[in-house]
């Protein structure tokens, strides 16, 4: 009689006979070989302990109900008929399985990095030896992995999908989804704050200055954002190149957003500083952060010198102070309009559709400077001051007709020297020679064969986006 012939015992065999038959039969029945013969088998087991329970609880009942008993005195059966009859014992409720609770526990105990503890840890949850529970279990797993993402070590997470039969072919309807994820929580488990050190000796961290620089620049990834704060750790241009250099390794090309404790808005801030030039809303703030720091130190050395000036002749000496503002007013003025120029250059190299104001201002610039230089130098009487156009129409035009070239590395030194030669060595010339009008329409019409074969280049590209 079923259960007990699936067990292949006596009906009347007690509970330590029914558990042994189990343990026999359990080698033979696997879960992870023979699931269906298994679950025919813990089915069999769990119903032959319930039988096996309800007999013995039901034989005490039995014999005491047939004890004779003695009769109450007529008072004491009064009395009890007047109280009401006592309620039936409550039947105890049936254990549920928390699988929240179980899954947060299992990141917990991934967190260790030993797979084998966590797969034996695993398997002893007996409950989930029943496969439509195990089966639920895993889609919850799924479901945390896919929205929260926990940390968790690669070989880990892959025992977490082999105890749930979730790694072959067909198990999860998003394949990728779950590399991504896996990856995902991976990066975050080594991003944890107990594991900065390691995760510097991975990057390639050898000395203990490196070290340091990388985990402070992952403690600074880890923070809230504050403007104030980011602003001022980007002071140091070094700073720039460092956190840049960092998430770049971390969040690969093109980076993906990492996950926590990474604060996402500190990941941002950082690549934009490092990338998006002097004209976006990030670059700008941390250019007039710069400034509003030069000048405070021009102030605070000013208020210094004038003390100590003050100290040796008795009046404080406040043309140090405008001295020493004028100093970091002048110095800050030619950053900023190498930065500009910088920015300029790189926006002329690249290429842009003919559509709209900036579009024509792009493709227009370098011939309006030339020509506007070629007004200045033939109809004025200075035409050394119609210089002031031509050389940069030139050096914008060699910009956008060299950008892509090949050149050798040992020349491009030499062509930048010459760039920046160009306006005081045509100063020599002509004034040597006396004529800086042909030298100025020279360089001028330079600068507009260097663009017309720039622009001569662009043409058939434009043909064939148009095509």
Not at 125 to 135: P, R
Not at 175 to 202: C, K
Not at 294 to 319: D, I, T, Y
Request: charged residues 15%.
């Amino acid at each position: 009689m079923w259960p007990y012939s699936e067990l292949g015992i006596e009906a009347t065999a007690d509970e330590r006979a029914i558990k042994r038959a189990y343990a026999v039969r359990l080698k033979q029945n696997r879960p992870d070989e023979n699931p269906e013969g298994f679950q025919r088998l813990h089915e069999a087991y769990q119903a032959a302990l319930q039988r096996c329970r309800g007999s013995a609880a039901a034989a005490p009942a039995a014999a005491t109900s047939a004890a004779p008993r003695p009769l109450p005195p007529p008072a004491a059966t009064a009395a009890s008929a007047s109280q009401p009859a006592p309620a039936p014992p409550s039947t105890p409720a049936p254990v549920t399985f928390d699988a929240s609770a179980f899954l947060q526990e299992a990141v917990a105990r991934a967190d260790a990095n030993e797979p084998a503890a966590l797969r034996k840890w695993l398997e002893s949850h007996q409950a989930l030896w029943s496969l439509s529970l195990k089966t639920r279990v895993g889609q919850h797993w799924l479901a945390v992995i896919h929205q929260a993402a926990p940390p968790m070590p690669d070989g880990c997470f892959d025992e977490m999908l082999a105890f749930f039969r979730l790694d072959h072919a067909g198990a999860v309807p998003d394949p990728l989804l779950v590399a991504q994820r896996r990856q995902r929580m991976h990066m975050a488990w080594h991003l944890a704050p107990a594991r900065r050190d390691a995760l510097a000796g991975l990057l390639g961290a050898r000395s203990v200055s490196a070290r340091k620089q990388i985990t402070r620049s992952l403690r600074w990834l880890q923070q809230p954002f504050r403007w104030p704060v980011a602003l001022w750790r980007s002071l140091l241009p070094q700073n720039l190149r460092n956190m840049n250099n960092l998430i770049l390794r971390l969040a690969g090309q093109p980076p993906v957003e990492l996950p926590p404790p990474v604060d996402p808005r500190q990941q941002a801030f950082w690549l934009q500083a490092a990338h998006s030039g002097l004209f976006s809303r990030v670059g700008a703030a941390i250019v007039g952060a710069r400034v509003a720091g030069a000048l405070l130190l021009g102030l605070l050395l000013g208020v210094a010198f004038g003390a100590f000036a003050g100290m040796q002749g008795g009046q404080f000496a406040w043309g140090m102070v405008g001295l020493l503002e004028a100093i970091a007013g002048g110095f800050c003025g030619v950053a900023l309009a190498i930065m500009a120029w910088s920015e300029l250059t790189g926006w002329q190299r690249r290429p842009m559709p003919l559509k709209g104001a900036v579009g024509w201002l792009h493709f227009a610039l370098v011939p309006l400077l030339a020509i506007g230089a070629l007004i200045v130098v033939d109809a004025t009487d200075s035409p050394m001051a119609g210089w002031m156009l031509t050389v940069p129409a030139l050096w914008l035009a060699l910009a956008r007709v060299l950008h892509g070239r090949k050149i050798s590395a040992s020349l491009r030194p030499w062509l930048r020297l010459g760039i920046f030669l160009i306006y005081p060595v045509a100063s020599l010339v002509a004034s040597a020679v006396q004529v800086p009008v042909i030298m100025g329409n020279s360089l001028a019409a330079a600068a507009l064969l260097a663009w017309t074969i720039d622009a001569w280049r662009r043409v058939p590209r434009r043909q064939r986006a148009l095509a």
